[in-house]
């Protein structure tokens, strides 16, 4: 790994898709998941790329990373020295994916990675193809909060997301590219489809498999989570009421003086 800022380095041919998987403490889940990724090759019949934001971990993740990428050229790690927060962590993935079509999900295991197939049969007529999970198996005090939260969005921004908090997405390119994100905490999914929204892009919904977390640890219910997305949620409200408080993110420019790193390609 070296410590070569995003957008210093020669750029290699574009692939086809990028697969997005942000990191913390997923020591036990990120060979099972790189495999799994992997195993899509045969399948989509295009060149993809898989990158992994290791956002602070504490525990061996770093490690199992680093391995990762000796043994599969297709893996691209991106470290942040610190944790900065899933949005943060999803952010320097998306400003690094370099496919025409980008993928992003969750690195512990609840997906069934086989059924990015699913989203792709639409990635050609719609903007964005977003999964929801049918049916949730989360424990039943968070689908209580998301269940809070989807009406909460709904009544702020008529947004009629099934699930909104989804973390298995397809993204054409020109999406990152036109739609500034400023979250950097779990409030960047709704960001995303909100901004979507307001600009008219076409969003199509594909129930995808959920299953129960079997290693690590989940933190979106925590506390300090919930604050920041309901922080980041009034923010984006205000903005969208006044648009020159904008806080921008563009996906081109490399980040400023974070402790953002990136393993040559």
Request: hydrophobic share 40%; aromatic share 6%; with cysteine.
């Amino acid at each position: 790994m070296t410590s070569d800022r995003l957008g210093s380095r020669t750029p290699s041919p574009r692939p086809d898709l990028s697969l997005v998987f942000p990191v913390f403490n997923e020591q036990a889940n990120l060979g099972p998941l790189v495999e799994s990724a992997v195993a899509l090759g045969p399948k989509l019949g295009c060149a993809f790329e898989i990158v992994l934001v290791d956002d602070g971990s504490q525990d061996r993740s770093a490690e199992v990373l680093a391995e990762l990428r000796r043994q599969e050229p297709r893996v691209r790690v991106v470290t942040h020295a610190s944790n900065r927060g899933y949005g943060a962590a999803l952010r320097s993935g998306l400003r690094e994916a370099r496919g025409e079509l980008v993928f992003f999900s969750d690195s512990d295991l609840q997906f069934d990675l086989a059924e990015v197939e699913n989203l792709l049969a639409h990635a050609d007529r719609f903007d964005i193809v977003a999964g929801y999970r049918s049916p949730r198996r989360d424990p039943w005090h968070r689908r209580v909060l998301a269940w809070g939260w989807g009406v909460c969005v709904r009544l702020l921004f008529d947004v009629r997301v099934r699930d909104i908090d989804c973390a298995f997405k397809v993204f054409q390119r020109h999406v990152l590219e036109s739609i500034p994100i400023a979250s950097i905490g779990a409030f960047i999914n709704t960001e995303i489809l909100v901004r979507a929204q307001n600009q008219g892009l076409r969003i199509h919904q594909v129930p995808v498999t959920h299953r129960p977390r079997q290693h690590g640890r989940q933190t979106g219910a925590h506390p300090r989570v919930i604050l920041r997305a309901v922080r980041e949620l009034a923010s984006l409200a205000r903005e969208l009421r006044d648009p020159a408080r904008r806080e921008t993110f563009d996906p081109r420019k490399p980040p400023g003086l974070d402790a953002t790193r990136v393993d040559p390609s």
